[in-house]
């Protein structure tokens, strides 16, 4: 099982990125997808998780600015990002428990400057 991440860029503040993280391999059953994020010199901090079932949850640093959705025909988790902030500047980690394991992709760098 691999998980591809994409979508990453440079934009203004007040911009918008929406990323995609796509899961392929031998899959049969995703359940909860997740985005986490890394920016220099700070530790990893959940930002957003959807579950099996559609639910979601988001950290506060983010809520009402970003949302999490999946396309489950597709294995594939969206996080789209708006009311970007210089804050927001990170690398972007997709997150799956695929197939009772865990997996992370790569990376994806969101820089958010002026």
């Known amino acids: 099982v691999q998980l591809q991440a994409s979508g990453g860029g440079l934009v203004q503040p007040g911009g918008s990125l929406r990323l995609s993280c796509a899961a392929s391999?031998?899959?049969?059953?995703?359940?909860?997808m997740a985005w986490y994020r890394q920016a220099p010199g700070k530790e990893r901090e959940w930002v957003a998780h959807?579950?099996?079932?559609?639910?979601?949850n988001y950290a506060d640093s983010v809520k009402g600015r970003f949302t999490i959705s999946r396309d489950n025909a597709k294995n594939t988790v969206y996080l789209q990002m708006n009311s970007l902030k210089f804050e927001d500047t990170a690398v972007y980690y997709c997150?799956?428990?695929?197939?009772?394991?865990?997996?992370w992709g790569q990376g994806t760098q969101v820089t958010v400057s002026s």
């Open positions: 959807i579950t099996g079932g559609g639910g979601t």
């Open positions: 997150n799956g428990h695929i197939n009772f394991n865990e997996y």
């Open positions: 391999g031998g899959i049969f059953r995703i359940n909860t």
